[in-house]
């Protein structure tokens, strides 16, 4: 048995028997769906004429599929770090790259439930949504956005020491984020400024991409700009992993 397949057959074991954490991951989103579905049940934003829902849904669902890969990775490796199982694991040939697609892999996975179970609930007669044709280039986004954000997690797991040190640092990213970026209210609604400044937070992107995906409330250009923007901060906050990733409480 390779170390990969076996840091994932042990994450993936820990994953389901941690049934509170897995309860919320795919819990919390659909709150929100739910509070704000009912909230704005048949009502159109008065810029465009769109239903509300069209705003929420994909932008809820990519807030949340972000949220549960940033958390996923960042506390599993602030506990790894903090049991000395990765000063164990770099002991022996197992090397970095393992440690991480093992992890990569569960948040996929994690993702994709996570959407399937949302979209589900999301076109139910009571909150109405509808997907647009263009719905299959969801999976895709879903890929990188997950990519993306674990790259963001895996730089807080390898600074932050303590549980509470981890959910400080990821909300205080994840919650601002989520507002600006158009998650909970479209960006429609928010002066021009913030609109601009949220071109510089990868949610943004994410949220785009998955609307234009889902609903249709865009088009392949902003798809493409999308996917572009992920691979960008992929790109940086991967590079910045690399290089701060600690094995090692003491290193």
């Known amino acids: 048995m390779s170390a990969y397949t076996a840091l994932t057959g042990a994450g993936y074991r820990a994953q389901v028997r941690d049934k509170a954490t897995l309860f ?3 819990a919390f989103p659909l709150l929100f769906l739910v509070v704000f579905g009912l909230i704005f049940r048949g009502q159109d934003v008065e810029e465009t004429g769109r239903p509300y829902i069209s705003y929420i849904a994909p932008g809820v ?17 602030m506990q ?7 000063r164990l694991i770099r002991m022996t040939p197992t090397r970095l790259p393992s440690v991480l697609g093992s992890r990569y892999v569960l948040a996929l996975a994690v993702g994709v439930a996570q959407s399937v179970m ?3 609930v999301a076109m139910l007669p009571l909150f109405g949504l509808r997907l647009d044709a263009r ?4 999976l895709p986004l879903l ?3 997950i990519t993306a954000f674990l790259t963001i997690g895996v730089v807080i797991g390898s600074h932050a020491n303590t549980p509470e040190a981890v959910a400080a640092i990821a909300n205080f990213l994840m919650v601002p984020m989520a ?7 479209p960006l429609d609604m928010m002066p021009s400024w913030l609109q601009t400044l949220s071109r510089v937070l990868p949610l943004r992107y994410l949220n ?6 889902l609903t249709g409330r865009g088009d392949f250009g902003d798809i493409a700009l999308g996917c572009g923007g992920l691979l960008v901060f992929t790109a940086v906050f991967g590079a910045i992993a690399l290089r701060t990733f600690r094995w090692s409480n003491s290193t």
């Open 24 to 26: 919320f991951t795919f």
């Open 61 to 77: 669902l990519s807030w949340g599929v972000a949220n549960a890969a940033v958390f996923g990775v960042a506390f599993t490796l």
């Open 80 to 86: 790894w770090r903090r049991d000395d199982l990765l």
């Open 118 to 120: 949302f979209v589900a």
């Open 135 to 138: 719905w299959p280039l969801a």
């Open 143 to 145: 890929v990188l956005g």
């Open 179 to 185: 507002f600006l970026s158009g998650s909970f209210l």
């Open 208 to 213: 785009d991409a998955m609307s234009a995906a």
